[in-house]
């Protein structure tokens, strides 16, 4: 099974941009479907981002498309999860998940690995 790290995460202000990242150990993360999620105090988790093994296809939340950019460095092994024009809704543990498949829609129960969360506060 995958490891996974992520970091990156900090308190910003609304409009400043953030990168994580999610660094994977133990096997190649190019194999694996990977996807950002997102939990507020209070609120269920949230799908953010996802991005496939096989055709690199991306997929966006509708409240995060437009602003945020996954993309994946398979020389180091990890995804990034690029963030602009952050807002304060955006704040949140933002965790990375990983899955040699995650079915149709990048699901979160669909995923087998998920690293500790790296949390991310937008507050003026």
């Known amino acids: 099974q995958v490891q996974l790290v992520e970091s990156g995460g900090a308190l910003v202000q609304p409009g400043d941009s953030l990168r994580l990242s999610c660094a994977a150990s133990g096997r190649t993360l190019d194999y694996y479907d990977v996807a950002w999620f997102r939990q507020a105090p209070g609120k269920p988790r949230e799908g953010v981002s996802c991005i496939r093994t096989n055709s690199g296809f991306t997929s966006y939340a509708t409240s995060v498309k437009g602003r945020f950019t996954i993309s994946r460095d398979s020389a180091k092994n990890t995804v990034y999860l690029q963030m602009n024009s952050l807002k304060p809704e955006d704040t949140g543990v933002y965790y990375c998940?990983?899955?040699?498949?995650?079915?149709?829609?990048?699901?979160?129960?669909?995923?087998?690995?998920w690293g500790q969360g790296t949390q991310v506060t937008v507050s003026s």
């Open positions: 998940a990983a899955d040699p498949d995650s079915g149709y829609d990048c699901a979160a129960d669909q995923f087998g690995s």
